[in-house]
């Protein structure tokens, strides 16, 4: 298992990750799962483009609006990005053949901050399968 480190910069902000993911792989064929440790972050696999980045943000704020009267911001102010966090799910497998992640051309494992800027930790394990 490896640990990859993530400092966000901002509340909420989308770091490709994918490079740093490709790194545990080595020439082995099997599976990845990528997890985040943290209640408040996602881990997904889209497209990097920037205005795709942005939207995907946007929407789910839409969708999930910051400060909007929710229980548990009585304790806490970060209830949306729990909720969003929960939408997203913190965790993707990727198929692994011979050292190379099975991704689709334009897919990238993205790491999703929510409520920033935190150091932040996303666990990264690597399942050997049996050759054919
Ligand atoms: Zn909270």
């Not at 965790?91 to 790491?111: A, K």
């Amino acid at each position: 298992m490896k640990t990859i480190e993530i400092d966000t910069k901002s509340r909420e902000e989308i770091v490709d990750i994918t490079e740093e993911v490709r790194k545990v792989v080595g020439n082995k064929s099997g599976l990845l799962f990528v997890f985040s440790t943290h209640t408040t972050t996602g881990v997904t696999i889209n497209e990097a483009e920037t205005g795709l980045l942005k939207d995907l943000l946007r929407k789910l704020s839409d969708l999930v609006p910051h400060n909007a009267d929710y229980i548990h911001d009585r304790i806490d102010t970060n209830a949306d990005a729990h909720i969003k966090a929960s939408i997203l799910g913190n965790s993707v497998f990727i198929p692994v053949e011979n050292g190379r992640l099975m991704l689709g051309t334009w897919q990238r494992i993205l790491f999703v901050e929510f409520d920033g800027p935190r150091r932040r930790r996303v666990h990264v394990i690597f399942y050997e399968t049996e050759k054919d």
